[in-house]
């Protein structure tokens, strides 16, 4: 019996509020998502020093529950925030925290990468971009990041730091251009400008 409500137990949402940006959020996840206890500080540090205005479109690429495109979607209030993800428990979770804390401007679904993204624009584009994908997929994110954003759009991303420099010259390569906002021991956040 004990292992059955331990089970159980398991089978419920993880559900914990926290503050981000100065935005009081409440979250519900499950086991297999990214960080579902808490959030990670690579998110925590993109968050802190991402520039955002109140009318930008913004797509969180990789949203798991939503921490990052719900924040955005709160700072850009005039806007609207697309969180794409291509696990579907992600997006349902990130679709039930939107409507748990209220938050309109927004639309989660399901897309590997931009596949699903058809021909909206952003003015800005966002990512804790995990380590894993290969050198090959985060080529395609940028690329396709670039077809997708507005001139003087704005892409920041958040990778361990280990990746910084291969960061730096996708950025470079890919916009032209790239600039290391915030370098902690564990975590870099690198930002690019797609030209005018």
Not at 23 to 39: A, D, E
Not at 58 to 87: E, F, M, N, Q, W
Not at 133 to 161: F, Q, S
Request: net charge neutral; proline share 3%; glycine share 10%.
């Amino acid at each position: 019996m004990e292992r059955d409500t331990y089970i159980q137990s398991l089978r419920e949402d993880i559900v914990f509020a926290d503050t981000l940006r100065g935005q009081s959020l409440n979250f519900h996840t499950t086991w297999g998502l990214f960080s579902p206890r808490g959030i990670d500080a690579g998110t925590r540090l993109l968050l802190d020093f991402i520039e955002v205005n109140e009318t930008d479109d913004c797509l969180d690429l990789g949203c798991g529950y939503g921490p990052i495109g719900l924040t955005l979607a709160r700072l850009a209030s005039r806007g609207r925030t697309c969180l794409v993800d291509k696990d579907f428990v992600a997006v349902k979770y990130a679709e039930k925290n939107a409507r748990l804390n209220g938050i309109a401007n927004t639309e989660a679904f399901l897309s590997n990468g931009f596949s699903a993204v058809g021909d909206r624009r952003f003015h800005l584009v966002t990512s804790n971009l995990p380590a894993k994908v290969g050198k090959e997929m985060l080529y395609l994110y940028l690329y396709d990041a670039l077809a997708h954003m507005h001139p003087g759009g704005r892409i920041y991303v958040v990778t361990i730091t280990g990746l910084r420099r291969f960061i730096e010259r996708a950025f470079k390569e890919v916009f032209g251009n790239y600039d290391k906002v915030k370098q902690g021991r564990e975590y870099t956040v690198g930002m690019a400008v797609k030209p005018e």
